[in-house]
C-alpha cells in the first residue's frame, strides 16, 4: 500500500492540571506529527473508548500518573500509517488496536509490541480492549469462576459489565446484573442475564437476601460504597468478591466512597471468604494477547455481543470528532449509557498541511 500523505501536525487531549473534573483537567494541544522508530507504528485513530477511570487518571490517582503535562485515554482503534523498519509484521493500513496511555488523539505513536491485529476497523473491538479484558481475565484469573456457580456484576449494563455477564454465562454460571433503569433490565435480559435487578425500584440486598439463600458464589463488583457492602454481606461460604473500581466514588475530590472495612475480618472469616482485585495493567502481555483473541473469536460467533453507545441519544451526541470526548467523559457519569461509550474521530482530520 502506498504511503500515506500526513499533515506536519495533530491535535491531541492533555492533562494540563490535576483534577477529578475532566473539562478542567484537559486541554487540546496542537504538536508536531512524529516519525516512527525502527520497532514504533504510527496509527491514524479511528474510534477511542471512554472509561470511568479517565477522571482517575486525570486527577493522578493511578501510579506512574501525576506528572505533567501527560496525554490521555486508555484505548484506540486506527489504521497504521507509518511504521518503523523492524515492523515488517505489520502494513500500511492494517486496523489494529491499542491499549496505552495517549489515545484521545487524531494520531498515537505505541511501539509494535502493543498493538492488536485486528479484522477490520469494526468499533466494537475498542470495547474488547479495557472493558472486555478487564471481565474476561478478572473473572477467571482472579475471580476463578466454575460453571454451575452464581456470579453476580454489578453495573451490569456498562462498558465492561456486559462483557462479564456474558463472560460467566458462557463458563455455564447463572448471573445476576444490577442497574438503573427498565431498559438497562432489557439490555441486560437481551445478553443472558438471568436475574437484573433495577436498584431503583429493587433492593439489592432484600432480593439477594430472598431469593439466593446461600449467597453469591461470586461478585464483579465496579460500583463501590453501600454497593459493596450489600455483596460483601451476600457471598456464599467461600465466595470472591472481586474489585474492578469503584465508580460510585470517582467523581468526588476523594475518588471513593468509604465502606465499613472495619469489619472485613470478622465478615469474611466465619465464611471462608474473600476480597480480591483486579487492575488490568497488572496482566498485560500473555494474558492480554490471549484473551483479546478469545474475545474476538466468540464475537465472531455470536457467543459474544457488544453494545456501544455514541451518544446518539444524548443532547450533546453523537460522539464525533476530538472534542467530543469531553462531553463523553461527562455522558458516562450521567448513569444513561448503556454498554461502552465509544467516541468517532473522523479521517479528515484538521491539521495542518
Not at 470511568?52 to 486527577?59: K, L, P, R, V, W
Not at 490517582?61 to 511504521?83: I, N
Not at 477490520?120 to 472486555?132: D, K, Q
Not at 474476538?296 to 460522539?319: C, V, W
Amino acid at each position: 500500500m502506498a504511503a500515506a500523505i500526513l499533515p506536519r501536525t495533530f491535535r491531541k487531549l492533555v492533562v494540563q492540571k490535576l483534577t477529578h473534573k475532566f473539562r478542567e483537567a484537559v486541554e487540546v494541544v496542537t504538536a508536531p506529527l512524529p516519525r516512527p522508530g525502527p520497532t514504533e507504528l504510527l496509527v491514524r485513530n479511528r474510534y477511542v473508548g471512554v472509561n470511568a477511570s479517565d477522571i482517575n487518571f486525570t486527577a493522578g490517582r493511578y501510579p506512574g500518573t501525576g506528572s505533567l503535562p501527560s496525554d490521555c485515554g486508555f484505548e484506540g482503534l486506527g489504521e497504521v500509517v507509518d511504521l518503523g523498519s523492524d515492523c515488517s509484521q505489520f502494513h500500511m493500513g492494517q486496523p489494529v488496536g491499542y491499549m496505552m496511555y495517549s489515545s484521545f488523539s487524531e494520531y498515537t505513536m505505541l511501539p509494535a509490541k502493543f498493538a492488536v491485529p485486528l479484522p477490520s476497523l469494526n468499533p466494537e473491538y475498542v470495547s474488547f480492549m479495557v472493558s472486555g479484558l478487564t471481565a474476561a481475565i478478572a473473572l477467571d484469573k482472579v475471580g476463578e469462576i466454575k460453571q454451575g456457580e452464581t456470579v453476580m456484576v454489578t453495573a451490569a449494563a456498562g462498558g465492561t459489565g456486559q462483557f462479564a455477564v456474558q463472560w460467566a454465562k458462557n463458563a455455564g454460571c447463572h448471573v445476576i446484573g444490577t442497574c438503573s433503569t427498565d431498559d438497562k433490565v432489557s439490555f441486560l435480559k437481551s445478553i443472558g442475564c438471568d436475574r437484573p435487578i433495577n436498584y431503583k425500584t429493587e433492593s439489592v440486598k432484600e432480593v439477594l437476601k430472598k431469593e439466593y439463600p446461600k449467597g453469591i458464589d461470586v461478585v464483579y463488583e465496579s460500583v463501590g460504597g453501600e454497593m459493596f457492602d450489600v455483596c460483601l454481606n451476600s457471598l456464599a461460604v467461600k465466595g470472591r468478591l472481586v474489585v474492578i473500581g469503584y465508580i460510585s466514588g470517582y467523581d468526588t475530590s476523594k475518588g471513593f466512597t468509604p465502606s465499613r472495612i472495619a469489619t472485613l475480618p470478622q465478615r469474611l472469616l466465619p465464611k471462608s471468604a474473600s476480597v480480591r482485585s483486579f487492575f488490568l495493567p497488572h496482566y498485560f502481555g500473555t494474558d492480554a494477547q490471549t484473551y483479546m483473541q478469545k474475545l474476538i473469536s466468540l464475537h465472531k460467533s455470536g457467543q459474544m455481543r457488544t453494545a456501544l453507545d455514541k451518544g446518539e441519544n444524548y443532547s450533546k451526541g453523537p460522539f464525533v470528532g476530538l472534542e467530543a470526548i469531553f462531553d463523553a467523559v461527562e455522558y458516562l457519569y450521567t448513569g444513561k449509557s448503556i454498554g461502552k461509550i465509544v467516541v468517532e474521530l473522523p479521517t479528515a482530520s484538521q491539521s495542518k498541511l
